[in-house]
Structures are given as C-alpha cells and as structure tokens.
C-alpha cells in the first residue's frame, strides 16, 4: 500500500506539472504506457486470446466512468492546489457507501449513514458552498469521487472472475482509444526530457493500481487502509515545495472530516467482514 501511495502521488505530481500540454495527449500517455505494462505481465498463455472476457459489458461500464473520474481528477490537478484535490479524493469511499445500497442490494446501518453525512460536511467545508465562479473547479474532484464509487463496485463484481491485470488493461486501452481522438486539438511535440517525465505518468499510474490491489488481496484491510491518508502528506510537502501552495485551516479541518469518515466506513466493512477497495486512476 505504501508503494501505491508513492506511486499515486507522483502521478498526480506529474499531471500538475503537464499544465503545457494538451489533455488528451497527457491521457494518452497514461493509458499507452499503463496498457504495455498490463502486457509485459499477462500469463504468457493469454497472449493470443488476452481480450477475452464473459462481461464485457461490465467492462465497458467500469471504462467509462472511470474515464470520466480520471478527466475529472486530472482537471482539477491542474486547476486547483494539490493538497485540496487530494483531500476531496478521499471521500470516494462516502459515495461507494451510497451506490452499494442501489447495485450490491447492501445493507446500511446508521454508523455507515453517519460517516456519509461527516464525509459530505467535510466536502462542503473544502469546496465552500455555492460554487462560485472562483471555485468551480471543486466540482470536478467530487465528480471524480461519483465515478470512482462506481468503479469500485464495478471492480469488486469483475474481480470474481476477472484477473486484475485483464480488468485494468481494459482501462488502459479505453483511455488510449480515446485520447487519440483528441490528436487535432494541439497536441505538442515533447522535448526528450518531457517525453520521460510523460511516460513516467503511465508507468506511476499502471504500477499503483496493480501494487493498490495486491496490498488489499495479501493484506487486511485495517492495516493497509489507513496508509493511503499519507497521500494528503505527500500533496502538502510536494504543493508546497514545487508550487509554493500553502493548505488553509479550512482544507485542513474538511480533510480530517473527510478521512474520518473514510475510516469509520472502512471499520465497519471489517466488521461486517466485507471489503472495499477503492482504487484510484485505475
């Protein structure tokens, strides 16, 4: 988990200093690299046939609205200080709370309905009520958590009959596919240094998914989970070193609301011994 968190954190470092460069480009480069990675691990007797699958329309669902979380996460990277993106991420378990209840028929108690109602505080304490024209930008870290609820639940459904690397090479090919659409709206020609540091996007993303679930598949949930905050550190030291992004006292006391909530969801999950794995960028 420690591994993915780094990894994450660079990704999302490198997505802020790609401000220059078109969109759709940086997203070709994190699918592109992430899908050769996905190949170079597939058992070598899926090669010829690695594309099969009994679901592909759970698939295409998992595709795209994890495409739509990852156009809104990378958005707001690049419009809004890093330490507020990171923090609003994390209410990503709030809205799996929620949507279990309409696609997995789950149950939940009233501790689970007070973490979401914590959850939701702490996002109206970061983001400010009313959108306004100077934090627009806010919008797009939540929409990025209504995405990545679904893919979480997509991904607990594939996962019992998909291999993990199948159901994110599939995400790495569809974020390809579609980035290439985008190739007459300026993409820019990258020096050799930039070429790495793009590259370097796919490969951070491709490892972090792989290395997120295989800390939750060897590892209790309670002991790796609580890992995952140190993220919100990595953003505050990175923001500040590179962008001279200073937290307020209103992201910081939203944040503490927000993994609160994150972390009361989590426990009763192990309680209930049921797991939820929330992975992001996949």
Known sequence: MFLSVCAFSLMDLVVKWSNDYPLGQVL?????????IYFLIMP?????????TKRAGLHFLRCFFGLIALLSIFTALRNL?????VSISFAAPIFTTIFSIFFLKEKVGIYRWLAVFIGFLGII???????????IFYIYPIIFCLGMAY???SIRQLSRTEPVWLISLYFSIAITIVSLTTVNSGWVLPSMVDLVILSLLGIFGGVANLWLSQSYK??????VTPLKYLALVFAIIFGYLIWDEVPTLKTLSGALLVILSSVIIFRREIQLKKQVSVPRHD
Request: hydrophobic content about 50%; charged content about 20%; proline content about 5%.
């Open 81 to 85: 200080p890093l330490a507020t993106v």
């Open 151 to 153: 893919v979480a639940i």
């Open 125 to 135: 304490i970061i983001a400010e009520p009313g959108f306004t024209e100077l934090n």
């Open 28 to 36: 070709f480069f994190r699918g592109f690299v992430g899908a050769l």
């Open 218 to 223: 060897f590892s209790e949930v309670s002991l």
């Open 44 to 52: 070598r007797e899926r090669i010829k046939n690695f594309y099969h």
